[in-house]
């Protein structure tokens, strides 16, 4: 059973920066494909980044150099450190499991930025 719990929003003006957390119970961690998904008011839900097994990462170019997705897999964790925050960027952001054994998508109940001009 994977149970993912997101932290670190916030509300901050822009310019700053933020990172959150994403915490995995399940057993396959380090297994998984992570990423961070981000959903705005009246807007679809869209990928932000992405992380492998391997480490190796993909970006939106929206936040390509501004925004670092990393994984701990001995804390069963994924970081989204968030620098020069836009207002643009606010959204409640989603943490997402893709388990390879059984081929299943798992999300976070999500986490509210909202970055002021």
């Known amino acids: 059973q994977v149970q993912l719990v997101e932290s670190g929003g916030g509300l901050v003006q822009a310019g700053d920066s933020l990172r959150l957390s994403c915490v995995d119970s399940?057993?396959?961690?380090?297994?998984?494909?992570m990423a961070w998904y981000r959903q705005a008011p009246g807007m679809q839900r869209e990928v932000v980044a992405s992380?492998?097994?391997?480490?190796?990462?993909d970006y939106a170019d929206f936040v390509k150099g501004r925004f670092t997705i990393s994984r701990d897999n001995a804390k069963n964790t994924v970081y989204l450190q968030m620098n020069s925050l836009k207002p643009e960027d606010t959204a409640v952001y989603y943490c997402?499991?893709?388990?390879?054994?059984?081929?299943?998508?798992?999300w976070g109940q999500g986490t509210q930025v909202t970055v002021s001009s």
């Open positions: 997402n499991a893709y388990v390879t054994w059984n081929s299943r998508n798992y």
């Open positions: 399940g057993r396959t961690f380090k297994n998984n494909r």
């Open positions: 992380i492998r097994s391997t480490s190796s990462t």
